[in-house]
């Protein structure tokens, strides 16, 4: 089956720098990465996906990037604020039409003021 | 409307009760899906609804019984639980057969087992 790895497990960083959480995966076959945020006590909440025919994805400060070669997907934040403190999750579909998600073990994510 | 909603928010039982969890979504969704998270962990996948028809069983223990009783309600029925159960119950909800869509998760319901 899919297995997903996620690094770095912690990452602080100053207001306003830029932040980048990467992953890898083992499924040649799996076709659609989402990236969850998960604020403490709060649901997993969809910031981003993309799709294996796409390479990168933007939507404001936030862009993914895929490369299916490589099979390691990752998350660049830029212009951090403080409410982007979060734990994010990377996830990767088995291919098996029932969006199977296999997630990655989480990164903790500190933007000091 | 745009979320998936779970009850009871918290619940405590001991290991000899019977309980149960509800979760729901009016986005015409066909997929449900109820996780179990533990702290400082990813969610972990239980069981996979499609059409109301109980897809994938990740090999949970039958304490723990999933229903579905139409495509918007999902439930998850406890009994004789054990105190490593404890943990945040995860609902989502998505389209499937569609080349992989987006989850939504439900608030959660964190469950302590004493």
């Known amino acids: 089956g899919e297995n997903v790895e996620q690094h770095p497990s912690t990452l602080s960083v100053q207001e306003g720098d830029s932040a980048v959480i990467k992953c890898t995966y083992s499924?040649?076959?799996?076709?659609?990465f989402p990236w969850y945020k998960q604020e403490l006590g709060k649901r997993p909440q969809l910031i981003i996906d993309?799709?294996?025919?796409?390479g990168e994805k933007k939507d404001q400060r936030i862009a993914v990037t895929l490369n299916k070669t490589a099979k390691h997907f990752s998350l660049h934040i830029t212009e951090t604020q403080p409410e982007d403190s979060a734990v994010y999750f990377c996830?990767?579909?088995?291919?098996?039409?029932?969006?199977?998600?296999?997630f990655g073990t989480g990164t903790r994510l500190l933007v000091s003021p | 409307d745009t979320e998936v909603t779970q009850t009871p928010k918290h619940l405590v039982m001991g290991m000899t009760n019977k309980k149960s969890l509800k979760c729901e979504q009016h986005?015409?969704?066909?997929?449900m899906y109820w996780y179990k998270q533990k702290a400082k962990k990813p969610p972990e996948l239980m069981f996979v609804?499609?059409?109301?028809?109980?897809?994938i069983n990740e090999s949970v223990p039958s304490r723990f019984s999933p229903e579905c009783p139409n495509s918007s309600l999902l439930n998850l029925h406890l009994h004789a639980l054990q105190p490593e159960d404890s943990a945040l119950y995860l609902c989502?909800?998505?389209?499937?057969?569609?080349?992989?869509?987006?989850?939504?998760f439900g608030p959660g319901t964190r469950l302590t087992v004493l």
């Open positions: 989502a909800s998505g389209s499937p057969g569609q080349g992989a869509d987006t989850q939504y």
């Open positions: 499924d040649s076959a799996s076709n659609y």
């Open positions: 993309i799709r294996s025919n796409v």
């Open positions: 996830a990767a579909s088995e291919n098996t039409g029932f969006q199977k998600l296999v």
């Open positions: 986005m015409g969704h066909r997929a």
């Open positions: 609804y499609s059409y109301e028809k109980l897809s």
